[in-house]
């Protein structure tokens, strides 16, 4: 390795489909270094059950998918994107089986002629489209990518590298419009910051999960790219529309296991506390209606009858079809003592998936010049105020390849010969790290209380004094302390729960995934208007 800055023609900022896919179409053009802050596999990415949503069957069509998509959007989806990033997924996922990933083939299917997929169905699709693995389809792709990366000798993986902060021309003070140089990593192993520069940095760093007290992510998801570009001057957007999965498994010694949706693709139905279907009430697709309408019915049934969960009832279907189709959530509910081909499961929801972010193009570009960011991170206009489910497996897939021949087609100044390096505090005191393990506790549980599934000014407000305040004292310490992964970590949940904070107060109305009770009915006026937030005076918007 040579010294610092350590050089390269693209570095990619996390390992899940984002980051993957895209190092793998850069590759074959220059020199990439993959930064990942824990092992490799570990993402999002490793954990999608569900599938990908992509046009393949004669009875779908792309125009079937864009609809369902905007009508889960809720009036924010941007039309254009939509439609290419339906039309181009079919191409991407093809690809994605070239590489070696094995889809779930339909049983029956004919070995001879070529086997046909099995489809799935989840909230909000009016067809079977989601192309899947069983229920573990998230291990698969993440596998079947890191095969093919280490194919690549041009790749190179930096695991247990925490991304801190990235370099831009202008917090070093050279002159002209802001772009990114590189970025500060925490190699953890070694307790050292290193440099790294490229004149291409791929923000891959997946959603902020964690900054609520119950969620369906993995310990990775803090929206730190967030909040990186956040401070390098990138505009956010949209970041009040948090996505809460309806179904997470309900018992004290489960951490964060999601019970795919479609487990009621396959006839699952809900059911309150006591034993009633209910979702018949709230809307026509009832158990299968889109993510934003389950979730909110199942927090009013269980505030109405004051119950810790509700059940999920799939015990019409025989056993061997339960273990065939869902043996991951099978083997797991079994572990805690539940067989769901004979009882319910227990199940609440959790925040799962962030539709805002780093405001981008289709092709990733973030408005700091050679900063791209793709995947969970970003906000294309894709998903408008709500997810359309097994949607962002395909946007990360469609992006990734976009941004990569946008970067390769995009003419890039030379770096400086040197970077200045990291600056931080000397000081450790174990004593103090009992201040940021409360600073997150007090975070995530002010989060899930105060700008949950349904919000009002009020909470919203007492909700922004806590995170000022907060804020305050982890600057403090941020400054004098050692450089930790808890504590960037906690820093950057800080902003993150300051910017959904901040955007839920902007938009006066209810739309999709943000209930306000103060204005519970979607506000015309605020149809196809982001919010953006910004340190910089002129943010990107292309709206
Ligand atoms: P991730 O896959 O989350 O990857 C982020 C990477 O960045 C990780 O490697 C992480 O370690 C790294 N990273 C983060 N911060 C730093 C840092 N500071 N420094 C260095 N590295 C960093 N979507 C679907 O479309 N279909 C599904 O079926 C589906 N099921 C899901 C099930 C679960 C349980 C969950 C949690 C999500 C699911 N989703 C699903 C959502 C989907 O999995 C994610 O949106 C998608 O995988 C995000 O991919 P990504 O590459 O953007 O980010
Ligand atoms: C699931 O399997 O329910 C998750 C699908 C998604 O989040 O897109």
């Known amino acids: 390795m040579p010294s610092e800055p350590f050089k390269f023609d693209f570095i990619v900022l996390g390992s899940g489909i984002a980051g993957l896919s895209y ?14 802050k824990k092992n490799r596999a570990e993402s999002n990415t490793n954990y999608a059950q569900g599938g990908i ?96 990366i280490a194919r690549q000798p041009n790749i190179q993986i930096f695991e247990n590298h925490f991304a801190i902060d990235l370099i831009t021309s202008k917090k070093i003070g050279l002159p002209g419009s802001n772009r990114c140089l590189g970025v500060y990593v925490l190699d953890k192993p ?58 997470c498994l309900f018992h004290p010694k489960a951490k964060s296991f999601l019970i795919s949706e479609a487990v009621r693709g ?41 119950s810790p969960h509700v059940w999920l009832d799939i015990t ?18 079994q572990r805690y003592g539940i067989d769901m081909s004979k ?20 092709d990733g570009e973030t408005g700091i010049e050679g900063l791209y960011a793709v995947g ?42 040197q970077l200045p390096h990291w600056e931080s ?14 600073n997150w506790d007090e975070i995530r549980r002010l989060m899930w209380d105060y700008v949950g599934i349904v919000r009002t000014n009020k909470r919203l407000l007492r909700a922004q004094s806590r995170i000022k305040n907060l804020q305050a004292e982890i600057q403090e310490y941020y400054w004098g302390f050692t450089v930790t992964s808890d504590l960037l970590e906690l820093r950057n949940i800080a902003t993150v729960a300051e910017l959904i904070i901040a955007s839920a107060l902007q938009r006066p109305e209810s739309r999709g995934l943000h209930h306000n009770l103060d204005f519970p009915s979607a506000d015309p006026a605020w149809a196809q208007r982001d919010t953006i937030l910004s340190r910089h005076p002129k943010p990107l918007t292309h709206r």
């Open 376 to 417: 969970e991170v970003a906000c294309t206009g894709l998903h408008g105020a709500n997810r359309l489910a097994s949607n962002s497996l395909l946007e990360a897939l469609v992006c990734a390849h976009r941004a990569a021949k946008h970067g390769l087609a995009t003419p890039h100044a030379n770096l400086p010969q």
């Open 266 to 306: 396959e006839g699952g139905v809900l059911r309150t506390f006591a034993g009633a279907e209910f979702m018949e009430q709230y809307h026509p697709l009832a158990s299968l209606a889109p993510r934003d309408v389950v979730a909110r019915a199942i927090d009013t049934e269980m505030k109405k009858s004051g």
């Open 316 to 333: 019409t279907k025989p056993a061997r079809f339960i273990i065939e189709r869902f043996p991951n959530i099978y083997e797991t509910c």
């Open 425 to 438: 505090g000397t000081a450790t005191d174990a004593d103090e790290m009992v201040v940021v393990s409360h």
């Open 190 to 247: 070694a307790g050292v910051v290193k440099t790294f520069a490229a004149p291409v940095v791929l923000l891959a760093t997946g959603g902020c999960g964690k900054v609520y007290l119950f969620t369906t992510n993995p310990d990775i998801a803090t929206g730190d790219g967030v909040a990186m570009a956040y401070r390098a001057g990138a505009a956010v957007a949209n970041m009040e529309f948090i996505q809460f999965h309806p179904t």
């Open 23 to 36: 190092a793998l179409n850069v590759a074959r053009f220059g020199r990439v270094a993959i930064v990942t």
């Open 343 to 362: 009882e319910p499961i227990p199940v609440v929801p959790a925040a799962h998936y962030q539709c805002g972010g780093i405001k981008t193009t289709l």
């Open 53 to 148: 949503a992509a046009v393949t069957s004669k009875e779908d069509s792309f125009e079937m998918h864009v609809r369902d998509t905007v009508e889960a959007g809720a009036g924010l989806c941007r039309d254009d994107v939509v439609r290419k990033i339906v039309e181009e997924g079919p191409a991407r996922v093809n690809e994605l089986i070239d590489l070696g990933m094995k889809f779930s083939e339909r049983v029956g299917s004919s070995s001879e002629s070529a086997p046909e997929l099995d489809l799935g169905r989840e909230g909000g699709h009016s067809k079977r489209r989601i192309l899947h693995a069983k229920d573990v389809t998230g291990r698969e792709i993440e596998s079947a990518l890191l095969q093919a």
